[in-house]
């Protein structure tokens, strides 16, 4: 008896204060807002030890680390745990529910919830995710106080929390893994650095059974090669650059790499760098200081000290700009980088992996991309063959999809062989990507478990009329006769906004599809498709 009484006492004072939250769009503060968002209210009136934060993207993974920054800034206690937790469809319950339970499972693994005060916090996250978050702390799978927040403008102007734990019974939903709504799986820790050290034991751990590369078809030779050349990069710590057109799914492989890698348990930030709005490439990727310059209310992490420990990939690298890129190459040699506005050199320890559908070496040449800064990425390069090439894996992924879309939906949808002859006839411009919607697209309109070919997209059904089907496709002569230039104008529009769609709104990939240049197809943007930009609500560059 006191020997129990002792072990009670021990856990009475090792018990420690746990937050556990989604994190959102209005953490730490809402835009364009000096007040406090959801997480930083509660942590000001609260003490918590450890507050552990669910990133779906690499877009929350900086809000984490903003909120981190935010919290030194005013000498407030507690040690962010920014988790990764990538989530590809925010309004999936299943897919919500499936992530969050394994993650949870292992922060319980590492600081279990019968032995410390766990608190859920509901107010940050899509309403899918505060009703997953809500049903796991009402299921008894762990034991956990539930909050909710009152904001000011619903409280008199005072922020305050409710308890809401007993608020509703507790569901009867029992707590073993595998009777969860059935499709919780074993949990794989996400903490291999903070539970042990796991490398050091000479075995290899078990990777995420939900990993995205998991979906990888590889039985091309081509693609075959792709794979296993990721597959030995994964094991060092030295750059890849990865090429490859629009839509085949370089991404994936960057996943995949870092999935793989000893890496596996930090961060992976995916950044875009033809997305960066321009002038703002610096500051998103190195960060700045409150006040570096107009508009910067904030000191804003980046996205390379948000990678800290884990992979930064830097997609389509080709559209960085030039100075951007001088900084950048610095930052790789060193290993340290001044954020913007500051005169403290900040540490970094990141895997980069780029990727790129651009011809760099002939980027080097027009003086558009750094060749030492080349030099530096091309350490490993892998290229991914475009589909057209990869007719062995066509089927495959056809197959992959129709089977992932009946799981998701809990429908028997399949491919009339008519549908999937185009489909494996089809010159793919849009590669993977073009295929796998265009497999979701027809399985949403077909009305019966098999698709038709006239349920394919018209790009992919009209691909397979020869010329004896002409006539048939631009229909008959009016009697009173037509615009042919205004026509032929429609017509021609068809083609560049298919092209614009396949390639993701890049003109320099959509004019490859179209066979002319980036330039040409810029100008025709700017003059003869101005009408047409504007109604359908394309950008200009």
Same mark, same amino acid.
């Given at each position: 008896m006191w020997y129990d009484s002792c072990i009670w006492i021990i856990m009475y004072v090792m018990s420690r204060s746990i937050l556990i939250t989604f994190i959102g769009m209005k953490d730490p503060y809402p835009a364009d807002d000096a007040t406090p968002g959801p997480i930083l209210s509660l942590i000001k009136t609260r003490t918590f030890n450890e507050i552990f934060l669910f990133c779906s993207s690499a877009a929350f993974l900086e809000r984490a680390y903003d909120l981190e920054h935010e919290l030194k800034e005013e000498h407030i206690d507690g040690k962010v745990n920014p988790i990764d937790l990538p989530i590809a469809d925010v309004i999936s319950y299943e897919e919500i529910w499936q992530k969050l339970i394994r993650a949870l499972d292992d922060i319980d693994t590492l600081m279990p919830s019968r032995l410390n005060d766990w608190h859920f916090l509901l107010d940050s996250g899509t309403p899918q995710m505060k009703a997953c978050l809500f049903l796991a702390g009402k299921t008894g799978r762990y034991k956990t106080r539930i909050l909710q927040g009152i904001p000011p403008y619903h409280a008199q102007g005072i922020y305050r929390v409710r308890d809401i734990t007993d608020a509703t019974p507790s569901l009867p939903i029992q707590p073993a893994a595998q009777s969860i709504s059935g499709f919780v799986r074993e949990p794989q820790t996400l903490f291999e650095g903070a539970a042990g050290q796991i490398e050091s034991s000479g075995i290899h751990p078990c990777l995420r059974e939900d990993a995205e590369y998991t979906s990888?078809? @590889?039985? @091309?030779?081509?693609? /075959?090669?792709?794979?296993?050349?990721?597959?030995?990069?994964a094991r060092y710590n030295e750059p890849v650059l990865i090429l490859g057109e629009t839509g085949t799914g370089k991404t994936v492989l960057a996943r995949m790499i870092h999935e793989l890698s000893p890496r596996r348990a930090a961060p992976f930030i995916e950044l875009n760098c033809s997305a960066i709005p321009e002038g703002l490439a610096e500051s998103t990727i190195f960060g700045h200081e409150r006040g570096a310059f107009t508009g910067a209310d904030r000191a804003k992490t980046g996205a390379l000290r948000t990678a800290h420990r884990g992979t930064i990939f830097l997609d389509e690298i080709g559209d960085l700009p030039l100075p951007v890129q001088a900084k950048l190459l610095k930052a790789l040699e060193e290993k340290t980088f001044l954020p913007v506005g500051s005169d403290k050199p900040v540490s970094v320890d990141v895997r980069v992996i780029a990727a790129t559908n651009k011809d760099l070496k002939r980027f080097i040449t027009e003086g558009a991309f750094r060749r030492d800064l080349y030099q530096r990425l091309n350490v490993i390069s892998i290229s991914i063959p475009p589909l057209r090439e990869r007719p062995e894996d066509i089927n495959a992924l056809i197959d992959k999809t129709l089977t992932d879309w009946n799981m998701e939906y809990g429908e028997q949808k399949c491919l009339a062989e008519p549908a999937r002859a185009l489909l494996r006839t089809y010159p793919w411009p849009g590669n993977v990507r073009e295929l796998l919607n265009a497999i979701r697209s027809a399985a949403a309109i077909c009305? /019966?478990? $098999?698709?038709?070919? $006239? /349920?394919?997209?018209?790009?992919?059904?009209? @691909?397979?009329?020869?010329?004896? @089907?002409?006539? $048939?496709?631009?229909?008959?002569?009016? $009697?009173?006769?037509?615009?042919?230039?205004?026509?032929?104008l429609q017509i021609e529009w068809g083609y560049v906004s298919r092209a614009l769609r396949s390639a993701n709104g890049n003109r320099e990939a959509a004019a490859r599809m179209l066979g002319i240049t980036g330039h040409s197809l810029r100008k025709a943007l700017r003059e003869r498709f101005a009408s047409f930009v504007q109604q359908e609500g394309w950008d200009e560059e």
């Open positions: 990888i078809i @590889s039985r @091309s030779p081509g693609m /075959h090669e792709a794979v296993l050349r990721a597959e030995r990069a009305m /019966h478990n $098999e698709i038709q070919p $006239e /349920h394919l997209p018209d790009d992919i059904r009209l @691909s397979g009329r020869g010329s004896a @089907s002409f006539e $048939e496709t631009i229909g008959n002569l009016p $009697e009173g006769g037509i615009n042919l230039p205004a026509r032929l």
